[in-house]
């Protein structure tokens, strides 16, 4: 049986709660069992911290910049990173001119194209969206390669069959079909996204919040580093849920499977199905054929035992 909405929300307020009052009461006790918890601010200290930097005008700024930052790389990843993947997925001469550059550059990570912003960009706010957005680009990419080869080809002849050209297979055929998968991509790359916005904002930059906790672990003030490293969960969280829900929003008419646990997955039964087992008594449509098979194989052994 599964939980309702309210009892779940419940159950994970509580596993919050949890994790913060053990941090707290690590930290409040200065335990040190091989791992240094007297180190940590505790989360009061932490809390105390977050009040006067949220008071401050620097926090929102810095909140603003990295949001501008994230929105506008992980916005060009998805349009170049789709498009790239279609491509090289549809064309073989694309598959032969981009993949093997795209294969070289994709183990690079992208932290590591920091020196090559600097020198390329005239400013380092084109260079930190130029990170971000190759953060952000190889996931979609590849994802949505993949998820457009596994289409099946049966689709796209059926469009062909009816007359459809190329522009209608792409728009009724690839892209729908191919959405599962791109959105899955897109759901990777915002959180590779923060993670490298962030690090090329400690490196680089002159406002957000990368480079904000950077400073405040130069000058020593631990509660301020995790004053960040909170907001950089609490963003990166709310960047991949929006994601995810524009993905079920845009493919509502998969169909869904309900879990029940301890047993086999529950699917919706068809309105066709359920409008014939309410006419025919319960029964479904094949359970007649299914009695008469039965009758016609009691018939066949009667007749088998009288020849013998």
């Known amino acids: ?14 596993s919050l709660a949890t994790a913060l009052g053990l941090w707290q009461l690590l930290t409040g006790l200065d335990v040190d069992l091989w791992l240094r918890f007297s180190q940590f601010p505790t989360v009061t200290d932490v ?16 909140l603003t910049d990295s949001l501008t930052r994230i929105l506008t790389g992980f916005a060009l990843a998805a349009v170049l990173g789709v498009a790239t993947g279609v491509l090289v997925a549809r064309s073989r001469l694309a ?12 183990p690079i990570p992208a932290i590591a ?16 969206v130029f990170i971000t957005c190759t953060a952000a680009f190889f996931p979609v990419l590849v994802s949505t390669r993949h998820a457009v080869q596994a289409l099946t080809p049966v689709w796209e002849e059926a ?19 191919a959405l599962p998968g791109i ?6 790359g915002i959180g590779v996204s923060w993670i490298c916005v962030i690090s090329a904002e400690m490196i680089s930059g002159q406002y957000g919040v990368g480079y904000r906790t950077w400073q405040d672990y130069t000058v020593v003030n631990y509660p301020g580093v995790f004053v960040g490293m909170v907001t950089i969960g609490v963003l990166g969280w709310v960047t991949s849920t929006a994601v995810e829900l524009l993905g079920r929003r845009l493919t509502r008419w998969l169909p ?43 018939e066949q052994e009667a007749r088998d035992e009288h020849l013998v």
Request: with cysteine; net charge positive.
């Open 1 to 14: 049986m599964t939980r309702r909405p309210l009892a779940r929300y419940a159950l994970r307020a509580a």
């Open 47 to 62: 809390a105390r911290a977050f009040a006067d930097r949220v008071s401050g005008a620097d926090y929102w700024t810095d």
């Open 95 to 106: 598959e032969d001119l981009l993949g093997p550059v795209l294969e070289v550059v994709r």
């Open 113 to 128: 194209l920091v020196p090559v912003a600097i020198l390329l960009f005239p400013s380092n706010e084109q260079g930190i």
């Open 159 to 177: 469009v062909r069959t009816l007359g459809g050209g190329r522009l209608r297979i792409l728009c009724s055929v690839v892209l729908p079909g």
């Open 183 to 188: 959105f899955g991509g897109l759901s990777v």
């Open 256 to 298: 869904r499977t309900s879990y029940v646990p301890g047993g086999r997955p529950r699917t919706p039964v068809p309105p066709r199905a359920v409008h014939v087992a309410v006419h025919t008594g319960g029964k479904s449509q094949n359970e007649p054929e299914a009695q008469h098979q039965g009758h016609d194989d009691t």
